[in-house]
């Protein structure tokens, strides 16, 4: 059914409608659309942005919980020819307020807890989503987008000032749509992360795409996954480590029936091997852990199931992806070296909205002038190619003149039988430069640990404190937010 060229997502759902309408396309809790009550909905809110006046090209702000009623506003911006700019209600007011100015959205549409921002856009209440539609009978008027025009801008996930807005255009998400593997058709996939963030959005698209079946879950709970996942009988899942790592620490996860799943991915944060051996171990179906950037760039995948030795890696490029590693000069390092990841692949963002100096900064040029998108990571590729991940380089610690990644010392820290989480942050030092910190959830002593650690590793690695925490501060994908931690430590 698709195209070998280029084909719009509510050109592909449309065709879905006319081909399977009956075939369910949605599920949040009890509710459900098919295809034809999805098509149907998109017309409306294209309809009703048409008649409000919102052209082609102009970014629509959703802010809110997963919900059908996000799905619609989001699919039915991009049959009006708009932008979808969904935006994290983590976010604080300032950086909510400063990303609607930034995107230039004439309309946003939020949940209550974001009613009194203010902003200039005109504010559509998801609550009152119905009052606001077109008629049932509405069509709006047919818009032709191209492969370079805007598909959506995602905001980066800063934690202090404005996150920038990475534009991505529909050939990147025509990319994403054409790699998912063969049976998306039939997919029931789990939704169980946040629509405005890209991880989901790799997984959610291409279902629909394809004409299979999205179960939308607005705040994960990992008993709750898998209670669902069995209901529906789910193949598909995108899932950030983290919430691998309370799916599996379930009681009870073995006496439920995912005999269903074929194909679980994750990306978007470390993801442990020992984690990934006991995914492949006691659930059903292929795990695939993809390494890529928001941005675009390279895309690297590693099929768990088929190269179990390598699990302490991300995989390799995949075809069409084109990765390097350079030094500080922009050099390319040789086979086995360490070096910052750039990569170029089909799927590359247009630019970071309205920061070309930012755009600039995150890019790279080989010696035939071909553009990379540097991901701001640390690795080496090993004899096999398998690419190997040490840290952000903005995390990499520099103490005495010694480089310390933090991924080196959390891998030790985790093996304490009484850590359960923890992160190492670098933290300004006036004797050396920067020193290490650590952090851990878990139980024992603070000081115990501590001497039982630095006992493990090299003089220049050992922490100079570590504290105990009720629980490390992540982002929505499961991210741990390091600057909080540093921040955290230093205004102590």
Known sequence: ????????LPDLIAAHARERGDKTALVVGHAALNFVQLDRGMDRVAAALQRDGVPPGAAVAI?????????LVFLG??????????????????????????????????????????????????????DWLAPEDARPEAVTRTSDDAFNIIYSSGTTGTPKGIVQPHAMRWTHISRAPAGFGDAVTMVATPLYSNTTLVSFLPTLAWGGTAVLMPKFDAAEFVRLAERHRATHAMLVPVQYQRIMALPD????????????????????AALK???????PGLLVEYYGMTEGGGTCALVCNAHPTKLHTVGQPLPGNDIRLIDEEG?????????????????????????????????????????????????????DGFLILMDRKKDLIISGGFNIYPSDLEAVLAEHPQVNDCSVVGVPSEEWGETPVGFYVGTGEPGDILAWFNARVGKTQRLSTLEKVDELPRNTIGKVLKRELRDRYLVR
């Open 253 to 272: 996860f073995d006496a439920h029936d995912l005999s269903s799943f074929r194909f679980k991915t994750c990306t978007s944060a470390p993801f442990s």
């Open 1 to 8: 059914m698709l195209a070998s060229d280029f084909a719009t």
């Open 331 to 383: 050099n390319e390092v040789a086979r086995g070296e360490m070096g910052e990841v750039v990569g170029r692949s089909p799927a590359m963002m247009t630019g970071y909205h309205g920061r070309k100096d930012a755009t600039g900064a995150a890019t790279w040029h080989d010696a035939e002038g071909n553009h990379f998108i540097r991901h701001g990571d640390v690795g080496r590729f090993d004899e």
């Open 277 to 283: 051996a006991d995914v492949v171990a006691r659930w």
């Open 77 to 130: 911006a991009l049959r009006a020819g708009c932008v979808a700019a969904p935006l994290a209600p983590s976010a604080t007011p300032e950086q909510l307020t400063a990303m609607i100015a930034d995107c230039g959205a004439p309309i946003l549409f939020h949940d209550a807890a974001h009613a009194g921002l203010d902003v200039a856009a005109r504010k559509v209440a998801m609550e009152r989503l119905d």
């Open 63 to 71: 802010l809110a919980p997963s919900s059908i009623d996000y799905a």
